[in-house]
């Protein structure tokens, strides 16, 4: 795979709205500020933090086709909000399309959303720039930017913990592997 940080933001631009595209630059730069700081690959970290949200706006029906016929992607998918889908598809449709090959980056993509049990180093750099990429405003974000200065797993752990309490809160189904990310940092 021989995509540079430009021509990966170039690529997912046309699929994303403006705000999104924006998004998805802060995601990048905060990814290279905690791949540096916790000795990650920067350069996995750039291209996955570039893609992540490449599905973001394909449309459901699509998405829900690449589930039913992909074996990789878990069908129970297909129970939980689609807001979940685009991880796993987009990672996907991009080996597909630009021949994306690097398995890291790949799983990166893939669990940027949900999390999952065992998560690589560079999983939980991409997870957690999304999370906390300056352009996000919620309650507790602010303390897993703290955390995030010096523990990638603690900020890790309080932003699954946030989200699933968010998610119980609102009456809202939790997916499997956000719970199995919570429970292996703890």
């Not at 996955?48 to 706006?57: I, P």
Request: hydrophobic share 40%.
């Amino acid at each position: 795979m021989n995509l540079t940080r430009e021509g990966a933001l170039a690529y997912v631009k046309p699929h994303l709205k403006t705000s999104r595209y924006e998004h998805t630059v802060r995601v990048v730069n905060q990814a290279v500020e905690l791949a540096d700081r916790f000795e990650v690959d920067v350069y996995q970290a750039e291209i996955a933090a570039a893609l992540h949200d490449y599905a973001k706006y394909k449309p459901l029906e699509e998405m829900k086709r690449w589930i039913l016929t992909d074996r990789r992607l878990p069908k129970d998918l297909l129970d939980y909000h689609h807001e979940l889908w685009h991880g796993p598809v987009g990672a996907l449709m991009l080996e597909m399309e630009i021949g994306l090959n690097d398995a890291a980056v790949v799983s990166a993509i893939t669990s940027h959303t949900t999390g999952k049990k065992h998560m690589s180093k560079l999983d939980k750099v991409v997870f957690l720039a999304d999370y906390i990429e300056p352009g996000r405003d919620f309650p507790g974000v602010d303390d897993v930017r703290s955390l995030a200065e010096t523990s990638l797993d603690e900020a890790c752990a309080l932003a699954l913990k946030n989200t699933i309490v968010f998610l119980v809160e609102k009456g809202r189904t939790v997916y499997p592997d956000t719970f199995h990310a919570y429970n292996d940092f703890i």
